[in-house]
């Protein structure tokens, strides 16, 4: 596990924030004491970042659960936005594709509200998701003979994810590009994220660029780096967690 637990690189705005202050978030969170004016100023400052600014409406009081944390394995936030996206799709399809943005919203469009989480033990309930299925965007390019798997790239250039192709075809797998009724922020990955709604937060890997139909699995990032492969919540990394579904 990386970090003592924690995801690095946890940021907020453009201002990565450090590991001192996520362990200290943590410290805080273990002895209650997050409220209020107990807080000390240089704490509060350093928390500011990650509570400012919620596009969500959904900001809860660092680092109790309920609200998003923002994280970027690169310190950055990569900028594409729809008009200059594009997400390619190769490998063992029948027609290798590019899409545009405008291209994901004339395939059909799926919503849902589901929870997402992270392993490291956040969870915000409910998230208004919409995108195109990733198993109709499949459809749409014709999965080859011999397929198994499904690779993601990331336009930040680092970080990578994969999902057998079973994992893949699952109704709660999007490739979404709406989250609470809004076009997907920057920092939540926008334009273009996936959303792969049973598994912990690592999976949904932000700034969607490429998608290659593959025979076999390959380890994403945090996977190289030890997390579990088959990520479901509650039942891998060791944790307990309500599955969400
Ligand atoms: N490209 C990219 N995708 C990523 C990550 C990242 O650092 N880079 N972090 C992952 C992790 S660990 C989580 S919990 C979620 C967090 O999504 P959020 O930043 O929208 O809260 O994104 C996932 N996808
Ligand atoms: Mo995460």
Redo the contacts with the bound molecule.
């Keep these: 596990m990386a970090e003592n637990g924690q995801?690095a690189?946890e940021k907020r705005n453009g201002a990565p924030v450090g590991r001192r202050v996520v362990l200290g978030m943590v410290g805080l969170g273990a002895i209650g004491v997050v409220v209020g004016g107990s807080v000390s100023d240089a704490i509060s400052r350093a928390l500011a970042p990650l509570t400012s600014g919620d596009e969500t409406g959904i900001s809860g009081v660092v680092p109790a659960g309920g609200s998003?944390?923002?994280?970027?394995?690169?310190g950055t936030e990569p900028e594409r936005d729809a008009s200059n996206y594009t997400l390619k799709v190769s490998g063992l399809v029948r027609a290798k594709r590019t899409f545009s943005h405008a291209d994901l919203g004339k395939l059909p469009q799926t919503s849902m509200t589901q929870d997402?989480q992270?392993?490291?033990g956040?969870r915000?309930l409910d998230v208004p998701w919409r995108g195109v299925r990733l198993s109709d965007l499949l459809d749409e390019v014709g999965v080859s003979p011999g397929a198994k798997a499904v690779l993601f790239t990331?336009f930040?250039g680092?970080?990578t994810?994969s999902l057998t192709l079973a994992q893949a075809k699952r109704r709660d797998v999007l490739v979404a590009t709406a989250m609470y009724g809004k076009p997907v922020t920057r920092?939540?990955?926008g334009p273009v994220?996936?959303y792969v709604g049973s598994m912990?937060?690592?999976?949904?890997?932000?700034?969607l660029g490429g998608i290659e139909v593959s025979d076999k699995v390959v380890p994403g990032?945090?996977e190289e780096r030890g997390y579990d492969v088959d990520a479901w919540v509650g039942r891998s990394n060791g944790r307990s967690d309500e599955p969400v579904e």
């Design positions: 995801m690189s998003f944390r923002y994280y970027s394995v690169t997402f992270c392993v490291t956040w915000v990331s930040d680092v970080y994810e920092s939540h990955g994220r996936l912990y937060g690592y999976k949904s890997l932000k700034w990032y945090w």
